[in-house]
């Protein structure tokens, strides 16, 4: 990866900051464009990277550059108000004396006309809030208020959108209600995304890129499916290990009523999603929804199988199992099966096997 941070295509940050019981230490290279999730435990540093890069700390050393532009480095700091960003915190803080559509113009309003890079009526459909305009606040689920901060941020025309936990205030159902609007958000957007979350299934979601945090230090960046298939990685062996894969629409068979999607020379199925055929899609698959046979299987319930071929074979947490990281092209997923099956099938690295998926989650 090209790390010159005048490269116009990437941001890269360096940032240290001392505080009494805790110290950020990080640098690290990301696309300039598309959603880079911070990841980490409470306490790894998160948020207050995300800061750092909002102007609002004054590390001890800093150097943060965004797609040729230089923000901080040790000759120049540009002040909070002269970054181009905007910042959704965990609660929406809406004004409650202003209706809905007041909310979102609040920002919008004070960019000149010649700087709005985006439609008033774009961002509103985009989230869902054409028929919450007239609203008061007081008058929407979380998950709405949340979808009308996000709106009145994006409306001030931002070069980088931070996001700092913007689902932790809601319950199970506010989550669901609003994550499909950002995932069809993130893939509007043309601005990069700095994404803070320790929820796995929000960056298996949600994610491009992927930082990982520690105690205030970096412990992984790059590729999200790179990542979160690395057995030298915690997120690996997560109870929620995943892979994501990029796959394209291929057939709809609306007898049966399945969607075939294809990638790497493999093929799966998923629930009739009228998607376009040729369309960009992403799969999640479980670790723990994926198991390993000799031979390609026949007459078995389970449709989604695929030749894959043994990377490594990693201890997990339970010490009955075993992390398999298995490629498929040029990408990779994990099948999480016990010590025993590995040792009555006699896995090794470099077998080629086949990968029964007992579910696959389409994300558009």
Not at 302 to 328: G, K, M, W
Request: glycine content about 6%; charged content about 25%.
């Amino acid at each position: 990866m090209n790390t010159n941070p005048l490269n116009n295509q990437h941001i890269t940050a360096c940032f240290k900051l001392k505080r009494k019981e805790f110290q950020l230490d990080v640098s690290f290279t990301t696309p300039g464009k598309g959603v880079t999730a911070l990841f980490g435990p409470s306490g790894s540093g998160k948020t207050t990277l995300l800061r750092c890069i909002a102007g609002l700390e004054n590390p001890d050393r800093a150097r943060f550059f965004i797609n040729g532009q230089c923000w901080h480095d040790e000759n120049k700091n540009l002040a909070v108000h002269r970054r181009p960003i905007a910042y959704v915190f965990q609660e929406p803080s809406l004004f409650p004396h202003l209706n809905v559509r007041e909310n979102m113009a609040y920002g919008w309003r004070r960019i000149p006309k010649q700087q709005r890079k985006l439609r008033f009526d774009d961002v509103s459909a985009w989230l869902g809030l054409e028929a919450f305009l007239e609203r008061k606040t007081e008058e929407l689920s979380g998950g709405q208020r949340q979808r009308v901060a996000i709106a009145r941020a994006l409306l001030t025309s931002p070069e980088l959108l931070l996001m700092d936990e913007p689902l932790a205030s809601l319950d199970v159902n506010g989550k669901a209600e609003i994550l499909p609007y950002l995932e069809s958000l993130c893939q509007q957007l043309d601005i990069p995304i700095f994404y803070v979350s320790h929820s796995p299934e929000e960056v298996q979601q949600l994610a491009d890129h992927l930082i990982l945090l520690e105690q205030g230090h970096v412990t992984g960046a790059g590729d999200l499916n790179a990542l979160l298939t690395d057995p030298e990685l915690a997120i690996a062996h997560f109870e929620e290990a995943a892979a994501v894969l990029e796959a394209r629409v291929v057939n709809h068979d609306k007898e049966f009523h399945l969607t075939s999607l294809a990638f790497d020379g493999a093929q799966v199925s998923v629930s009739y999603n009228g998607l376009p055929l040729g369309h960009k899609a992403r799969l999640r698959i479980c670790a723990r929804d994926v198991s390993l046979a000799l031979v390609e299987p026949q007459q078995i319930s389970i449709s989604n199988s695929f030749a894959v071929r043994v990377v490594s074979l990693d201890p997990d947490r339970d010490p009955s199992q075993l992390l398999v990281r298995c490629e498929v092209g040029g990408q990779h997923l994990l099948s999480r099966i016990t010590r025993r099956s590995v040792h009555l099938l006699k896995i090794k690295i470099g077998d080629l096997l086949y990968a029964q998926v007992k579910s696959v989650a389409l994300m558009k």
